[in-house]
């Protein structure tokens, strides 16, 4: 659908010019209008000597459209999350707030806002818990919803945590608030439909792959189905995805844990995805941040593929998994044009926790101090201050979109 040229085709009549005569000297029938005659007076202009009948066509103006994103690393819900927040509902579910409070003003200001959830959400079938197979409460997901988070992308190494029955629960969690997710399907015609989100006119559709399940797979009696990291597969999909909408969002769990090193098989598939008609790659799962960058294609496009946004929360114990980012960018769309990144904005986030994992917080890099970082929880077991932070910043390229 996108990047082509319709052609529009006028059809313009003219008649030739002739002599005014009297009528009584032509016959009745031939002085009649004629249909001909009727269809082809666009517009018509008479003197004493000739009739000239002129076709005037004007264009409609092209008009190029941005659609703006946020897009949010991995939300992965660790014990000490969940239980606070149950703490601050005092016996009345939980409350979520506290924890996103820092960065919430991040979440609602683009277009479309996607989020990985890395826990399922299990729609309250099962207690919430923790790693190594995790589930969280409902007033999670919604919390996110009403931060502003548009889509969900679930396709994880933990999509399989509470087998079948946990991953169609958390299906029916989604569809039941109206929910966007993608990654996980009911059977191949849910899969087949593929989502699309509009905004203005403009058709987003979004694609999400995991390359692990932890070891586990789904029982061959089922028709439930998860996006795995086949290049033939997803090639296809952003093929067909490409038919139906404007912009092209590929969401991608995978790499190496805890690596900032990108492997050279990511900048194959990244090339190869941007060439099948990928606007747009958000990388998770190495729980830490990695680079991002412009790929170019062969037909003078453009494709931002973030590798990693490292993760969004949680409560891991080493420095660098609790140096997260928010990815800010814009994607116009003009027809017969190629679609254009712009206005990429890397906004770094730190998830800040007291002793023994306590009060986990969002907080912006701009409202962090190196006082707060000096009081880190995570000192106790990893390298960590406001030094450490911005040099692992810089040296993933990160600052370059940072505009304080």
């Known amino acids: 659908m996108k990047n082509r040229i319709f052609a529009a085709v006028v059809s ?18 031939v002085s009649e209008v004629t249909d001909t005659e009727a ?41 000490s999350i969940y239980k606070q927040a149950s703490r601050r509902a005092r016996g009345n579910g939980y409350d979520f707030e506290y ?31 923790t790693y190594p197979c995790f589930n969280s409460p409902v007033a999670l997901g919604d919390h996110m919803a009403q931060l502003g988070v548009d889509v969900f992308t679930i396709a994880n190494n933990h999509t399989l945590d509470k087998g ?36 203005d006119g403009v058709k987003v559709a979004f694609l999400c792959y995991t390359e ?96 990693s946004l490292g993760n969004f929360i949680s409560a891991q114990s080493v420095g660098t998994n609790l140096i997260g980012g928010v990815l800010n960018f814009g994607v116009t769309v003009e027809e017969g044009k190629a679609n254009v990144i712009c206005d990429t904005e890397f906004i770094p986030i730190v998830t800040h926790y007291d002793g023994n994992y306590s009060n986990v917080r969002l907080y912006k890099l701009s409202d962090y101090t190196p006082e707060m970082a000096n009081a880190h929880g995570v000192r106790s077991m990893s390298k960590f201050d406001y030094d450490y932070i911005m040099e692992y910043l810089e040296s993933k390229g990160l600052l370059e979109f940072y505009k304080e």
């Open 164 to 199: 079948v029955k946990g991953l169609s629960a958390c299906l029916d969690y989604y569809d039941g608030r109206g929910m966007v997710r993608v990654g996980a399907y009911r059977d191949q015609e849910d899969r087949e439909n593929i989502r699309i989100v509009e905004k």
């Open 39 to 79: 269809v082809t007076a666009v517009t018509t202009v008479t003197t004493v000597e000739t009739t000239e009948t002129t076709t005037i066509v004007t264009e409609p103006p092209v008009v190029a459209k941005t659609v703006t994103f946020t897009a949010l690393g991995d939300n992965l819900i660790h014990s």
């Open 212 to 307: 692990s399940l932890n070891g586990l797979s789904l029982p061959e009696d089922t028709q439930l189905q998860i996006g795995r990291f086949d290049k033939d597969t997803i090639i296809k999909e952003i093929k067909a995805a490409d038919e139906i909408s404007d912009i092209c969002v590929v969401s991608l769990h995978w790499g190496t844990e805890n690596s900032g090193v990108v492997e050279d098989y990511q900048r194959v598939a990244a090339s190869e995805f941007a060439e099948a008609g990928a606007d747009v790659i958000i990388g998770n799962h190495p729980h830490v941040l990695r680079e991002i960058e412009m790929i170019e294609t062969s037909d003078g496009g453009q494709t931002l593929c973030a590798y």
């Open 12 to 29: 313009a009549f003219v008649l030739c010019s002739c002599t005014v005569v009297s009528e009584e000297a032509v016959p009745a029938a």
């Open 99 to 129: 924890a996103y409070a820092g960065a919430a003003d991040l979440l609602d200001k683009a277009d479309i806002t996607v989020l990985n959830q890395e826990t399922l959400i299990c729609n309250d079938i099962f207690e919430p818990s």
